[in-house]
């Protein structure tokens, strides 16, 4: 089954997880299929990026932002991520995204999706870091203004030492990224 049928099942169901606030999670259940797996026969390292990018867009579906972003030319952009693999998740292994926006700062905000297996453990951790860009406007803006925008009085809470570490090396690929190749 490809991504395309799982975000259906995923905004279909939206509705009956209820709307996504602020500190909350988004909890999605999965199964390891064929179509999912490398020559291990376990999830495919892209696969990862694409299920967490359904925890993002649940949280966004959730959170009004879709919404609010189609109404006024906005587009949430991811700018980076950094993965760790702990643990395989093979061939039919059952297994859950769980999705959380951990906190931001200016423009940028931080998100975290656990793949967690159905022994408890982690499989995975991705941390993310992305915006939310006005195209109009050409600028990213200030998540106040987007939490604002949502109708949420929300503020964020301060970066964690392992959040600021991550934030730290993405500057630093963006810099690489964008000099002299």
């Known amino acids: 089954m490809y991504v395309w049928a799982r975000m259906a099942r995923m905004m ?3 509705r009956s997880r209820g709307p996504y606030l602020i500190g909350d999670e988004s909890r999605l259940a999965f199964r390891c299929l064929p179509t999912d797996i490398d020559f291990n026969s376990h999830l495919n390292n892209a696969r990862y990026m694409m299920l967490a990018d359904l925890g993002r867009i649940d949280i966004f579906l959730r959170a009004g932002l879709i919404a609010l972003a189609r109404r006024n030319g906005w587009a949430p952009m991811i700018g980076g991520l950094q993965v760790a693999y702990v ?3 093979r061939l039919w292994r059952r297994f859950e995204v769980i999705s959380s926006i951990e906190t931001w700062e200016g423009t940028s905000v931080i998100g975290r999706h ?14 993310t870091t992305g915006g939310v860009y006005d195209r109009r406007n050409r600028r990213f803006l200030d998540i106040d203004e987007v939490v604002a925008a949502l ?14 570490m991550f934030m730290a090396s993405h500057q630093g690929l963006r810099g690489l990224a964008k000099g002299p190749a």
């Open 151 to 164: 109708g949420r009085s929300a503020q964020p809470r301060p970066p964690t030492e392992a959040e600021r």
């Open 12 to 14: 279909a169901t939206a």
């Open 87 to 89: 643990r395989e998740i």
């Open 114 to 127: 656990r793949f967690l297996l159905d022994s408890g453990e982690t499989a995975a951790l991705i941390m």
